[in-house]
């Protein structure tokens, strides 16, 4: 008789195998048959290749084109003595698609600081922050963020979609004993991943104190009873209003975390109050927005919204990702731009568009937040610290802001016009939209560079991108679950570096494309 294990494994082994090979079958059919589904449906995303650097003008492998130049306006180096570097590549593929905003993404001196920081502080430190992953470099980058937000205090991450999660859906910021108080209700506590799940849904953020609690709206500028109260935030006695059209990050963050979720139509204002006034019967009310909005370049009205927090006793939390760097006078951002940089406690942000282009998120707001964000935020823990080269480049990119407004002012004026009467942001009327609306297309959002060219049809979407490339435009369509069915576009990106000639080519193409397949009469 064969000892025991030889005899299950003369019995096991060879059904094993086959139950192995049959199950791994049955995940390609399951997977082949999405992926043809995608294909089917015209949303299938292919990635082109470039083989330059990240500018107004680049290489594509595969595609030809002519001569370019990329000019930083009113950056001086330290080896010349004018205010304008040209650095020349031998594509001439326009990029329109980039969240290089401010065209730092190649900028001589931000690349030397990445060279400088690697030779001085390694290629990384093969640890997580509170292990043996903080340099001095991360300290001053995490300084100089909160002194360009005017705040106390800043926490970096791998990126803004972990700083994201890192604020909302942390378990350990729930006060032990606290996760089983209140009515569980699954249905409240969830939350669509894409807007189409729940039409119109967008994600926004207000932390409210109940007038019941017996303390005024001034308690909001006691740091002490802040770190009190975020310490217990997020909790089933809690409520998070959201916009319905926030980035998925936001979403996600929202989904993990156990308050009730409510939501108010985009940027309505009126029903952003009803649902606080519903709200009023849980303890903190929290509501979220981005300050601009990614896929459809509008623009929160912080001050409507700051408006209702003092009314009912709020703090307001902002993603800044696409406004950091290139809104407001002097780039702080959104509530810069509004005027209500002391109205926004929090401030979420990235290193990865308008600073530089690489990776890494932040955190900016009250020091006793950022303090126990430190302890107990899951994506900070767990998650290595940014690599040395990333942080020389961000903070380089940081200084030429700090140092001077002129790139700004240079983006300013490409993208947006100012009404004198309101001494604000107007019209916001671009050169590229207005020529654009002029020929006959619809354009989303105002005041901001994202110009999202709405077409509807995924595959026209799709088609007209690809066709836009062969002219020597990049441009990508956008369709779902970026975005919800039935709202494919072509997002159009402003930067600084756009010439005005850049931009008469991109319309040029677009009206001959659009023309080429009855987008446009």
């Known amino acids: ?25 049955q995940l390609r059919g399951i997977l082949e048959g999405e992926l043809e589904g995608i294909r089917g449906a015209g949303t299938w995303k292919s990635e082109r290749v470039i083989t330059s650097r990240q500018g107004p003008h680049i290489r594509v492998d595969g595609v030809s084109g002519g001569p370019g130049t990329v000019i930083f306006p009113g950056l001086p180096l330290p080896h010349l003595s ?35 920081a690697l030779e001085e502080f390694g290629a990384g430190l093969s640890s997580v922050r509170f292990i043996c992953g903080t340099q001095s470099i991360h300290k ?79 308690w909001l500028n006691d740091g002490s009873t802040l770190t009190a109260s975020l310490q217990a935030l997020l909790t089933p006695e809690d409520a998070v209003l959201s916009d319905e059209l ?23 204002m009126a029903d952003l109050e009803a649902k606080l006034q519903e709200a009023q019967k849980h303890r903190l009310r929290l509501v979220a927005t981005d300050g601009a909005f990614s896929m459809d370049g509008d623009i929160a009205p912080l001050q409507e919204i700051c408006c209702l927090a003092s009314r009912y006793g709020a703090l307001v939390f902002m993603d800044e990702c696409h406004a950091t760097g290139f809104l407001g006078p002097t780039g702080r951002g959104t509530d810069e731009l509004l005027g209500v940089m002391d109205q926004v406690t929090i401030i979420n942000s990235t290193l ?20 126990l964000l430190r302890q107990r935020a899951r994506p900070y823990l767990f998650s290595n610290s940014l690599p040395p080269a990333v942080v020389g480049c ?34 916001g009327e671009t050169w590229f939209r207005s020529k654009m609306e002029a020929a006959g297309f619809t354009i989303s959002g105002a005041s901001h560079p994202i110009c999202p060219v709405m077409l509807g049809d995924a595959r026209l979407a799709s088609r007209m991108a690809d066709d836009m490339l062969k002219r020597g435009i990049f441009v990508i369509g956008f369709s779902y679950p970026v975005v919800p069915k039935g709202k494919a576009r072509i997002r159009v990106q402003i930067s600084a570096v756009h010439s005005e000639e850049d931009i008469d080519r991109c319309v040029e193409a677009f009206v001959e494309v659009g023309r080429l397949h009855g987008a446009l009469p």
């Not at 004018?82 to 690349?111: D, K, M, Q, R, W």
């Not at 002194?147 to 979609?161: G, K, M, N």
């Not at 568009?353 to 707001?365: F, I, N, R």
């Open 394 to 427: 961000a903070s380089k990119a940081l200084d030429l802001l700090m140092g001077s407004n002129t790139i700004v002012q240079s983006m300013a004026a490409k993208t947006q016009r100012c009404d004198s009467q309101q001494g604000r942001l107007g019209g």
């Open 246 to 268: 926030n980035h998925a990050s936001i979403i996600d963050g929202i989904r993990l975390c156990k308050a009730h979720k409510y939501r108010y139509r985009h940027l309505d």
């Open 82 to 116: 004018c205010c304008i570097h040209l650095l020349s590549f031998t594509s001439g593929i326009l990029n329109f698609c980039a969240n290089n905003y401010l065209g730092l993404s190649s900028h001589p001196e931000v690349i030397q600081a990445g060279l400088q």
């Open 1 to 25: 008789m064969w000892p025991g294990n030889a005899w299950r494994a003369a019995l096991f082994w060879v059904p094993r195998g086959r139950r192995a090979q049959s199950a791994l079958a």
């Open 140 to 218: 001053n980058l995490e300084a100089k963020i909160a002194r360009f937000h005017q705040r106390e205090d800043a926490i970096l991450y791998p990126s803004c979609y972990d700083a994201n999660a890192g604020l909302f859906e942390s378990r350990a910021l729930v006060q032990p004993g606290t996760e089983t108080r209140g009515p569980q209700r699954e249905a409240q506590n969830t939350l669509p991943l894409y807007p189409e799940e729940r039409p119109g849904w967008q994600y926004s953020f207000l932390i409210c104190w109940s007038p019941g609690q017996g303390r005024s709206p001034g």
């Open 352 to 371: 990865g568009k308008a600073l530089g282009g690489a990776s890494g998120g932040y955190t900016t707001g009250p020091g006793p937040l950022v303090s």
